[in-house]
Antibody
């Protein structure tokens, strides 16, 4: 079954770190670009980060650049988002999503909620 | 960044009627190499992730009912829902995949009148 399953969300204090995981099944991460997209409560969708299918390139939204790192473990077919120096405005549901290249994201995980609060 | 602007913000339509949603990009998202508009439409229901309905502006994703259709090119795009059903109540987002950062419209909420 082709699916994405996120985990790792929770409540964290400002300034602390959290690592999200996205386990892919039914396809290989080496054949797809992978993204993280977030959605603050009651708000719209905001693209966060991408890693290319060949793993050669990453890119980030300005709002997270220097604080978040996207990576993957091919042996586990799992995508990660390391989030450091978290701020209250990072509070959101974080989705991982698949990019088959030159088209919108065709597969999304169910999302994991990150709450940054003291 | 490419700004995607949707209109209207919300829309109330009677069951069985037509809903027309608009999305305008701040610059063209048409790839001249393959004549494809790199944009799509998603449907999102409460507590669920977005679901891709339309890609390349007018290609329906597999399994999506044919009452959903997309049109437009360059900077102006339309999602049309004909014969609106109760299960179509949702927020609809457009997105461009032409250039990073990938950007989304603010969403249009579709309700039943």
């Amino acid at each position: 079954q082709v699916q994405l399953v996120e985990s790792g969300g929770g409540v964290v204090q400002p300034g602390r770190s959290l690592r999200l995981s996205c386990a892919a099944s039914g396809f290989s991460l080496t054949r797809s670009g992978m993204h993280w997209v977030r959605q603050a409560p009651g708000e719209g969708l905001l693209w966060v980060a991408v890693i290319w299918a060949d793993g050669s390139h990453e890119d980030y939204a300005d709002s997270v650049k220097g604080r978040f790192t996207i990576s993957r473990d091919i042996s586990k077919n799992t995508l990660y988002l390391q989030m450091d120096s978290l701020r209250a405005e990072d509070t959101a549901v974080y989705f991982c999503a698949r990019d088959l290249g030159g088209r919108p994201f065709d597969l999304w995980g169910q999302g994991t909620l990150v709450t940054v609060s003291s | 960044d490419i700004v995607m602007t949707q209109s209207p913000d919300s829309l109330a339509v009677s069951l069985g009627e037509r809903a027309t949603l608009h999305c305008k990009s701040s610059q063209s998202v048409l790839f001249s190499s393959n004549n494809r508009n790199c944009m799509g439409w998603y449907q999102q229901k409460p507590g669920q992730p977005p679901k891709l309905l339309i890609y390349w502006a007018s290609t329906r994703e597999s399994g999506v009912p044919d009452r959903f259709s997309g049109s437009g090119s360059g900077t102006d795009f339309t999602l049309t829902i004909t014969n609106l059903q109760a299960e179509d109540v949702a927020v609809y987002f457009c997105q461009q995949c032409y250039r990073a950062p990938w950007t989304f419209g603010q969403g249009t909420r579709v309700e039943i009148k």
